[in-house]
């Protein structure tokens, strides 16, 4: 009794959490919203599409990576591959912004690989007699495995670069226009880093959009380390552009313009577990992951995946909507251009965008307790917050609604979408 009595003593007695301050400046619109990195999305000709196209078109696809994952070294970039990926992508909401993705690996040696520089060619012929607009090709997917995981050790960075100018000469023959991108590296750090710093060392002269993909976990550790990963997006993007611009470390190409893209990414890259991926925290991770590439200066980057693959996708096989939907549909009423958004704590995220009197305020709270947030941004008034847990997508409950106000409380790993109307 004592001890229960010395307990309440303690939270009676306990001073109360301050408020979590966030300041949002409306009248500093600043880069448009870009639509290639907050909706994009890998696809495979292996989703339902035409089954769950009702969810699906709820988040509208700014941007598609073809075919998702690995299986373009499975398969040729061919004839049926690409009249299929032209039929599904007429029940996809949203005009996306393609990048397609040669076959660069060998996969089984009993069924020979469509995978030379001609192959390259042949491709882009049959994307464009499809009617299929591709601005970005990219040359194979995460080569940095196909000497361990694969288990062919004669892949080097080395190698990869003369297969990577060798499509690429046959892509630009092809097609003038058409950017190259690679070397879509893995996120088997640290040797998925090293990889794209030899590529960039040896092939700065012919790319003309980075590639890597970001995937911090593998469905294991803490919630809160899995969160505060998402910092990761970050680093390397810092590290690769001091990277780009080092003479030393680029001495054919530092001086040439280039784009960056995260061509996968998600908190796990462990398709067979549902933690990190199916849940809450992989929703959180995800959507503060792309607003922060998309602030970063990120041209395009693809969320892993689209639909159902395995415990990947924002809906699941059945189409039941996993939480990464809510999530993503709640990033999709953000409109116009980002302007200033700081919180005043590093675990409550925050970014806004102004699309004329309007201002949109998004607050993702990573704790595992509620936190008070208020909000200042001059000459707004708040007309509507709608929000989502995990047991709101668990219970495929609608999203929830809390009363307009400049302070709330945000639930415990939760996302807020804030409406604010702006006055003169």
Same mark, same amino acid.
């Given at each position: 009794?004592?001890?229960?009595?010395?307990?309440?003593?303690?939270? %009676?007695?306990?001073?109360?959490?301050?408020? *979590?301050?966030?300041?949002?400046?409306?009248?500093?619109?600043?880069?448009?919203?870009? +639509?290639?990195?907050?909706?994009?999305?890998? $696809?495979?000709?292996?989703?339902?599409?035409?089954?769950?196209?009702?969810?699906?078109?709820?988040?509208?696809?700014?941007?598609?990576?073809?075919?998702?994952?690995?299986?373009?070294?499975?398969?040729?970039?061919?004839?049926?591959?690409?009249?299929? $990926?032209?039929?599904?992508?007429?029940? !996809?909401?949203?005009?996306?912004?393609?990048?397609?993705?040669?076959?660069? $690996?060998?996969?089984?040696?009993?069924?020979?690989?469509?995978?030379?520089?001609?192959?390259?060619?042949?491709?882009?012929?049959?994307?464009?007699?499809?009617?299929?607009?591709?601005?970005?090709?990219?040359?194979?997917?995460?080569?940095?495995?196909?000497?361990?995981?694969?288990?062919?050790?004669? /892949?080097?960075?080395?190698?990869?670069?003369?297969?990577?100018?060798?499509?690429?000469?046959?892509?630009?023959?092809?097609?003038?226009?058409?950017?190259?991108?690679?070397?879509?590296?893995?996120?088997?750090?640290?040797?998925?880093?090293?990889?794209?710093?030899? $590529?960039? @060392?040896?092939?700065?002269?012919? *790319?003309?959009?980075?590639?890597?993909?970001?995937?911090?976990?593998?469905?294991?550790?803490?919630?809160?380390?899995?969160?505060?990963?998402? @910092?990761? *997006?970050?680093?390397?993007?810092?590290?690769?552009?001091?990277? /780009?611009?080092?003479? @030393?470390?680029?001495?054919?190409?530092?001086?040439?313009?280039?784009?960056?893209?995260?061509?996968?990414?998600?908190?796990? /890259? +462990?398709?067979?577990?549902?933690?990190?991926?199916?849940?809450?925290?992989?929703?959180?991770? #995800?959507?503060?992951?792309?607003?922060?590439?998309?602030?970063?200066?990120?041209?395009?980057?693809?969320?892993?995946?689209?639909?159902?693959?395995?415990?990947?996708?924002?809906?699941? %096989?059945?189409? !039941?909507?996993?939480?990464?939907?809510?999530?993503?549909?709640?990033?999709?009423?953000?409109?116009?251009?980002?302007? =200033?958004?700081?919180?005043?704590?590093?675990?409550?995220?925050?970014?806004?965008?102004?699309?004329?009197?309007?201002?949109? !305020?998004?607050?993702?709270?990573? @704790?595992?307790? =509620?936190? #008070?947030?208020?909000?200042?941004?001059?000459?707004?008034?708040?007309?509507?917050?709608? /929000?989502?847990?995990?047991?709101?997508?668990?219970?495929?409950?609608?999203?929830?609604?809390?009363?307009?106000? %400049?302070?709330?409380?945000?639930?415990?790993?939760?996302?807020?979408?804030?409406?604010?109307?702006?006055?003169?």
């Amino acid at each position: 009794m004592k001890a229960i009595l010395l307990t309440l003593a303690l939270v %009676a007695t306990a001073p109360a959490r301050a408020e *979590v301050r966030v300041t949002v400046e409306p009248a500093a619109v600043g880069a448009p919203l870009p +639509r290639a990195v907050l909706r994009g999305f890998n $696809f495979g000709n292996w989703m339902a599409v035409a089954d769950h196209e009702a969810a699906l078109a709820e988040v509208p696809a700014g941007a598609l990576r073809f075919p998702g994952g690995n299986i373009g070294d499975e398969q040729n970039m061919d004839e049926a591959t690409l009249d299929t $990926f032209a039929s599904l992508l007429k029940l !996809v909401r949203g005009q996306p912004e393609l990048l397609i993705h040669t076959r660069v $690996f060998e996969g089984r040696v009993d069924r020979p690989a469509a995978n030379q520089p001609e192959d390259a060619a042949h491709a882009v012929r049959i994307a464009r007699e499809r009617g299929l607009v591709v601005p970005y090709w990219e040359i194979g997917n995460e080569p940095d495995l196909y000497a361990t995981v694969r288990g062919d050790p004669r /892949w080097t960075a080395e190698r990869y670069c003369a297969v990577f100018r060798d499509q690429a000469a046959a892509i630009r023959k092809e097609d003038p226009k058409a950017k190259l991108a690679g070397p879509a590296t893995s996120a088997a750090e640290p040797n998925a880093t090293v990889f794209l710093k030899e $590529f960039v @060392k040896r092939c700065g002269d012919v *790319v003309d959009l980075l590639t890597w993909h970001v995937y911090p976990t593998g469905g294991d550790g803490s919630e809160a380390d899995a969160l505060a990963s998402v @910092k990761m *997006v970050d680093d390397l993007l810092k590290d690769y552009r001091a990277t /780009w611009r080092d003479p @030393k470390a680029n001495p054919l190409g530092h001086a040439r313009p280039v784009q960056f893209g995260v061509t996968e990414y998600g908190l796990s /890259w +462990r398709t067979d577990r549902p933690r990190f991926l199916a849940d809450q925290e992989n929703a959180l991770w #995800s959507v503060e992951a792309a607003l922060r590439m998309a602030r970063g200066g990120v041209a395009v980057a693809h969320y892993f995946a689209y639909q159902g693959t395995g415990y990947h996708g924002l809906i699941d %096989a059945g189409g !039941v909507p996993r939480p990464s939907h809510y999530a993503f549909r709640l990033l999709g009423d953000l409109s116009g251009a980002f302007v =200033p958004a700081r919180s005043d704590d590093t675990a409550v995220w925050a970014h806004a965008a102004r699309d004329g009197d309007r201002l949109g !305020v998004i607050l993702i709270n990573s @704790k595992d307790r =509620p936190e #008070s947030v208020r909000l200042d941004a001059p000459r707004t008034r708040v007309t509507r917050i709608r /929000w989502f847990d995990g047991r709101i997508a668990d219970d495929e409950q609608p999203v929830a609604e809390l009363p307009p106000a %400049a302070t709330l409380t945000l639930p415990a790993r939760s996302m807020a979408f804030l409406s604010l109307d702006v006055t003169p």
